[in-house]
């Protein structure tokens, strides 16, 4: 390996077992020379997986419920403690939609369920930003990662309230992104990936006729949660110290296509 992220230490939430972002994510890291924390709710954490991966990575998990200040104070505090210092890189990712686990349309949204969603999905991020700089717990020039989805922008029925999620995730991305950057030069960018064969998101309903969808619109056709591990790595490091404030599509390209000959040969 290349050793991007050397001395370098961080925080990365979400890693549920090994389909998960996050989990590529932390093995990469680590392997490019990093150190960090695990986190996960504590309800996650209860299947056990991620202490083989901790135990892989040599890495702390410390359990946090994302809505609570206090949990998050306690992760950070934990984290530079047991890291020996300040944060370099955090990774965002959450998500959660409890109308969709209710099987409730998007036309028929609990609004209570629905706030508990954008909570834990998206303001989650907002609340993990302004106790990391209230405590200054982030290095100068630190980078924060969130991941995303182009529902964010364009209508996927099925992906339900999780899109206003998203939206309102890329949002806080942007805002925070630079008040950050003006107080300590640290980075905020969203990415919006594929569709990944991972557990949450093939819970999402219609998810693998989706995913063969969006595999055939793509030039490059989907990108997998290993290929998202590498560009968190690169966003992580060093080489991208001028890049914030940015919804970053890795999507093979199904971001900017309208229609596909692979995708018109299926209809015809």
Known sequence: MNNLLKGKRGIIFGALDPNSIAWKVAQR??????????????????????????????????????????DIQNLIDKSVEGLGGKIDFILH???????????????????????????????????????????????????????????AQRVFPDYNEMADAKALLESIARMAGYYYGMKRKVRVNTISQSPTRTTAGSGV?????????????????NANAEDCANYCVVMFSDLTRMVTMQNLYHDGGFSTMGVSNSVMDRIK
């Not at 924390?37 to 954490?45: K, R, S």
Request: charged share 20%.
């Open 93 to 151: 990712s959450v998500g959660m939609s409890l109308n969709i686990r209710k099987g409730k349309a998007y036309t028929e949204l609990d609004y209570e369920m629905l706030k508990k969603t954008l909570d834990i999905s998206a303001i989650s991020l907002h609340r993990l930003l302004k106790i990391c700089m209230e405590k200054d717990a982030v290095n100068d020039w630190g980078s924060i990662v969130a991941l995303t989805y182009i529902a």
């Open 205 to 221: 309903k219609g998810f693998d006729s989706f995913f063969e969808y969006a595999d055939a619109m793509s030039p490059l056709g």
């Open 29 to 70: 890291c680590h392997q490019e020379g990093a150190t960090f924390t695990l986190t996960n709710a504590p309800v996650a954490l209860r299947f056990g997986a991620i202490n083989h991966l901790a135990q892989e990575s040599n890495a702390r998990v410390i359990p946090a419920d994302v809505t609570s200040d206090t």
